[in-house]
């Protein structure tokens, strides 16, 4: 073996001391697990592609952390994108990219799994591979080379990381985590070549291997299928969910250093029921799964136990709609007062009982109440299935200012389908009106901060047949909004127009994308998601270079009938049904919490015996009756 | 309330772990080990952790000092240790606890001096270290600047001495560590002509005024 571990530690011990912060290169943490290498018959280096401060938070790798460590005969260790200073040291040295736990290679690895929650990480994880010494593109790798699997939110659209990874896991990983790690292991004591794997994995549901289909398109370029190029692919690959969510992580590895989050995290519940036209995570997380009240507090007193942290953070996408919230922060809280503990509960509707809730946890109101209206007309709101009252959100207002906080956080989107500048106006006017019912109550001290994002058509969404507005349209917007929330107690932040095109290109990107991400990352395109690194500029240029319009993606509305490059991947929402939403939204129709009726989305059909064997009131689905078993047709006539 | 002086080491884990941050670890060290650690009063309460001189990024030490308050009277030095022996932390080495006067002034406030170990991680002369050495004791001054600032490094070495350590040729230095006047055991290395970056270094005692 190559891999020489003291030279590592000397070279690592002079290097160090010139860069920033670099307590994110070392690892050895409260709650680290470093398991004797030759212990374990395999090894997963999990991977986030950004630096530690935001990766070491990530709940969805701390769970397959978890997991995999569990097992006597698997590690898994974390890695992460080292910030420029570190890469250009590491270069410098020819250090290859190693893991936090044991500093070994992740080419010594056997599986390297990178999450991806969104887009923009995409020539990170290039340039990660690259760190580590494993050729870029699937089709260049060996055996001799880790399989190279990617999961999370963004391979909900995996062509356009096609070129560069072996294996998506599309779902939940709880499950198929290590239906892939059996796969992998009897694979690799069988001595086949990799292609067996690659077949071997096509095999596991949930799995895709992008290599095992040919993508088609029509000469005005339009995406017109992929072709399995072996009979076992299969044409749909079907998301995989846990039925029931497993007890959550408690371990947490608590960094030395301060980083985005440092607090326990537990998911509550998993999914949505508000049917959001534009959200993607609202779409691909159904079904709604609940966790149970105490199965929540075990794991918070757990959890503080074994991290010491001083912050618990309830986890989902709507927390006002989990069934017991009442009664989970009326028991957190009590715990919360007398220990010093601050618990933060994210994403609260827009309603009175939302303060009544923050009000029990007593925390600090110096960072603002945040609510999400995404839209001020009532037109809009329809549009994109977010029905709220503009006197209901300045009824929630004045309580929040009367209560104790001076700032509130709003936040919206602008680029809706058939949005138009009265609506956009209309967000201004909103903000002003929230500040002056600020003003009436608390004077001067009231602020408004109000978050102007711009909507990217995601797949998998009712909204995946509308074009993204043009970049002169989302300027024109943000200058009102900018001219019109100025002054005193006033606060806009906004997305520039050229992260939000490249967010557009990457999430709506066919195979054809991988050449220009390829020649974006080739001219120094990495942390796209910073602002201070994006270089729009190298972008066109990799445009130009793979011979591929920008605009195709971004600028066009699609035909109903159109074939979409992530139609193979089944989230379990059908396509009719989102065609369905999209005219719903453009005839300006409401639909309802999905709990209080169901509207046929595809989930339950698509996971109807799940739901069979597991009845009850933590999926927010309907029952599916146990089958009455018909007899035969012969057996009736005899 | 009590308060209790600990002596640690920083070992390894944390050596790159700044002092803010270790401000927090300790104060999860003293959960995890349910020690009830006392809050300040007011606003925003913070827990009663006081160091007694930040220790410099990369640098390791076998002998920091902090004081903590804890809201349990009934508690001897003997029970924090093994609360916290009980729920041990990556990086920090108890080494001793004893209780201390509850009026007595603010830790930082007493210390004076640092003392140093600086280990070169290159071969070196030991005869060409020590004439370097002497030369530059017999300097009446030496003016250097660190972060734009002018200052003279010489009346903050308070003593400097070649000695052998496992790894070959090592300096032990004793540097002014009070709240005006802190000298920087890399600052010395780089007065003496080596990169500050040449060498791993120990805090290996803080020393207190009576």
């Keep these: ?638 | 309330m009590i308060r209790c002086r600990m002596t640690y080491q920083k070992t390894e884990a944390l050596r790159y772990t700044g002092n803010l941050d270790l401000q927090k670890i300790w104060e999860r060290f003293l959960r995890r080990a349910d020690l009830p650690v006392a809050y300040s009063q007011g606003f925003h309460p913070q827990p009663r952790i006081q160091q007694a001189a930040p220790l410099p990024l990369g640098f390791l030490s076998r002998a920091e000092l902090a004081d903590i308050y804890l809201d349990d009277d009934s508690l001897a030095p003997s029970d924090v240790v093994t609360a916290l022996d009980a729920m041990p932390y990556p990086g920090i080495e108890i080494c001793n606890v004893e209780l201390v006067d509850l009026s007595l002034p603010s830790l930082a406030s007493r210390v004076l001096s640092s003392e140093y170990l600086a280990e070169f991680f290159d071969p070196i002369d030991i005869g060409e270290l020590t004439d370097r050495v002497t030369k530059l004791l017999a300097a009446p001054s030496l003016n250097r600047t660190r972060r734009d600032k002018a200052y003279d490094l010489r009346p903050l070495i308070e003593s400097l001495e070649v000695m052998t350590s496992e790894s070959g040729p090592a300096l032990k230095m004793m540097l002014a560590a009070r709240q005006s006047a802190t000298g920087r055991p890399e600052e010395v290395l780089a007065a003496l002509g080596f990169s500050p970056y040449d060498a791993r270094y120990t805090r290996t005692r803080i020393l207190l005024a009576d």
């Design chain 1, 1 to 638: 073996m190559s891999f020489d571990h003291h030279r590592l530690q000397l070279q690592l011990e002079r290097i160090l001391p010139t860069v920033q912060k670099p307590g994110r290169y070392v690892g050895g943490e409260l709650n680290q697990v470093l398991k004797p290498w030759d212990s374990v018959e395999t090894r997963v280096a999990l991977a986030f592609p950004d630096i530690y401060d935001l990766g070491l938070p990530n709940l969805g790798l701390a769970i397959l952390y978890q997991d995999l460590n569990a097992r006597p005969d698997v590690l898994a260790e974390r890695v992460y994108s080292p910030w420029t200073d570190m890469e250009l040291a590491m270069r410098n040295n020819s250090i290859p990219l190693y893991s936090l736990e044991s500093h070994r290679p992740v080419l010594e690895f056997d599986i390297l799994g990178i999450t991806l929650p969104y887009e923009t990480l995409y020539t990170n994880a290039l340039n990660l591979l690259d760190l580590a010494g494993i050729p870029l593109h699937a089709a260049q790798r060996t055996e001799q080379h880790p399989l190279v699997i990617a999961g999370g939110h963004a391979c909900y659209n995996p062509e356009t990381m096609a070129d560069f990874i072996d294996a998506f896991a599309i779902g939940e990983g709880e499950e198929l985590i290590h239906d892939i790690v059996i796969v992998y292991q009897a694979w690799k004591r069988s001595g086949k070549p990799r292609a067996d794997l690659l077949l071997a994995l096509t095999q596991v549901s949930g799995v895709h291997v992008p290599s095992l289909y040919q993508p088609g398109y029509t000469d005005d370029g339009l995406f017109t299928g992929l072709t399995p190029l072996h009979p076992l692919a299969p044409r749909k690959i079907t998301k995989r969910i846990v039925a029931q969510l497993p007890p959550p992580p408690t371990r947490f590895i608590v960094p030395s250093i301060d980083v985005v989050h440092n607090r326990v995290a537990v998911e509550i519940m998993r999914g949505c029921t508000r049917g959001c036209r534009f959200c993607h995570a609202g779409m691909v997380n159904r079904p709604v799964r609940e966790r149970p009240v105490a199965e929540i507090l075990t794991a918070i007193q757990t959890a503080l136990k074994e991290t010491g942290y001083e912050e618990v953070a309830l986890l989902s996408l709507s927390s006002s709609d989990y069934t017991q919230i009442v009664d989970l922060v009326d028991k957190i809280s009590k715990h919360a007062s007398e220990n010093h503990l601050t618990i933060s509960v994210p994403s609260l509707r827009i309603e009175s009982f939302s303060i009544d809730l923050m009000d029990k946890l007593k925390g600090s109101r110096q960072g603002g109440f945040t609510l999400a209206p995404e839209a001020a007309t009532d037109r809009m709101r329809a549009t994109i299935n977010k029905p709220i009252a503009a006197e209901q959100l300045l009824e929630t207002a004045r309580a929040i200012y009367s209560r104790g906080w001076s700032t509130i956080k709003l936040y919206f989107m602008i680029g809706h389908p058939s949005e138009t500048m009265e609506d956009v106006q209309a967000i201004a006017d909103l903000c002003q009106a929230v500040l002056s019912e600020g003003r009436k109550i608390i004077g001067k001290r009231a602020s408004l901060h109000a978050g102007v994002s711009t909507f990217v058509p995601k797949p998998h969404t009712p909204f995946q047949w509308a074009p993204c507005d043009t970049p002169e349209q989302m300027q024109a917007k943000q200058e009102l909004l900018r001219r019109e929330l100025r002054g005193p107690g006033l606060k806009m932040t906004w997305t520039s127009p050229k992260d939000t095109l490249l967010e557009a290109w990457l999430s709506r990107g066919d195979r054809r994308m991988g050449q220009v991400i390829f020649n974006a990352w080739q001219n120094g395109a990495k942390f796209d998601a910073w602002q201070d690194q994006y270089r729009y500029d190298i972008w066109q240029a990799a445009f130009e270079a793979a011979g591929v319009d920008p605009a195709f993606y971004t600028h066009r509305q699609r035909a109903e009938d159109e074939i979409f490059p992530w139609d193979h991947i089944n989230p379990g929402v059908r396509k009719a049904f989102l065609l369905g939403e999209y005219r719903a939204s453009r005839e300006q129709i409401f639909r309802a919490d999905c709990r209080d009726s169901c509207f046929g989305c595809g989930i339950l059909p698509t996971f109807a015996e799940i739901r069979r064997e597991n009845p009850g009131k933590h999926w927010m689905c309907p029952e599916v009756p146990i089958r009455k078993v018909k007899k035969p047709l012969e057996a009736v006539i005899s």
